[in-house]
């Protein structure tokens, strides 16, 4: 497996990487314009492929001074458990090295996860949310 980097040249097989978020049960993220789109507008993204199929990928979204958010890390269903997230997430945070603050959203099921990674657990977040089954699912109010 190897991580790479997507550049503007890169062709991705944008129909797969919908795939993966289906199989996670994110849906189809409204089409493979928009998830082209999406990787595309990020600061960086970075793509783990067992030769040349996807199995998983990150992204961040940064000014590339000082503050960068990872989003979508998502690992392929069927190939989870062997690694890959957590390659994916090393490079990532490699990467990212010069960026004194990344942050991320995640469920709390997934917390000990990226604590292990050497993320800290914040009280200072804040969202807005057009969809109201989102505001259903992660508002502290909800509780
Ligand atoms: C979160 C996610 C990306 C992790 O990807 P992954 O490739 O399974 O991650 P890893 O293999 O690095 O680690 C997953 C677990 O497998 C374990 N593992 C890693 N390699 C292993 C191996 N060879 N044998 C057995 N277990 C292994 C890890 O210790 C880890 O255990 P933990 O869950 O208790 O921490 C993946 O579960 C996913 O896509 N989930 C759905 C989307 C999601 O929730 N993304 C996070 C958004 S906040």
Redesign the pocket.
């Known amino acids: 497996m190897n991580i790479k980097v997507l550049e503007p040249h890169s062709s991705v097989d944008w129909a797969y990487v919908q795939d ?1 978020f289906i ?4 849906g189809d993220r409204g089409g493979i314009q928009y998830i082209e789109k999406a990787f595309r507008n990020s600061y960086r993204a970075w793509i ?1 492929m067992e030769r040349d199929t996807v ?2 990928f ?1 992204r961040a979204l940064s000014d590339g001074v000082y503050y960068a958010t990872l989003a ?6 069927n ?11 090393q490079t990532a945070l490699s990467d990212l090295k010069h960026i004194p603050t990344v942050q ?4 709390q ?2 917390h ?3 604590e ?1 990674h050497g993320f800290k657990r914040v009280e200072t977040s804040m969202a807005r949310y057009l969809n109201p089954q989102k505001e259903q699912l992660f508002l502290l109010s909800r509780l």
Do not use: F
């Open positions: 993966i199989s996670v049960g994110w783990a199995l998983g990150v979508d890390l998502v690992v392929h269903r190939q989870q458990k062997q690694g890959t997230g957590s390659l994916l997430l991320l959203m995640a469920v099921e997934k000990n996860y990226y292990r």
